[in-house]
């Protein structure tokens, strides 16, 4: 993946975080998006993997600030699964 595609991925992923935030409407679930977004950044930083686990999670339990707080590992696996099985049906 370069650079252009990894930029459109991630403005992807934003905008879908929003439209699931918005079909919450909850306090927590932006607590969760914001929580992701750190997440994410400084796993990058970081340069360790499992962001994609992290989006996931947080998408599978967004309002309930579980997979926020405690990690992706954290959520129900079964949600989890689905939510990856998703993301990849989209994203590749």
Do not use: N
């Amino acid at each position: 993946m370069d650079a252009d595609t990894a930029l459109l991925l991630g403005d992807y992923l934003y905008a879908h975080g929003l439209v699931r935030v918005a079909e919450a409407g909850t306090v927590e679930a932006v607590a969760d998006l914001a929580a992701l977004i750190s997440l994410c950044a400084q796993m990058r930083a970081d340069r360790l993997p499992g962001d994609g686990e992290a989006w996931a999670s947080t998408a599978a339990t967004l309002g309930a600030g579980e997979a926020a707080r405690l990690g992706w590992a954290a959520a129900d696996s079964d949600r989890t699964a689905r939510a990856l099985a998703a993301h990849a049906r989209r994203v590749g």
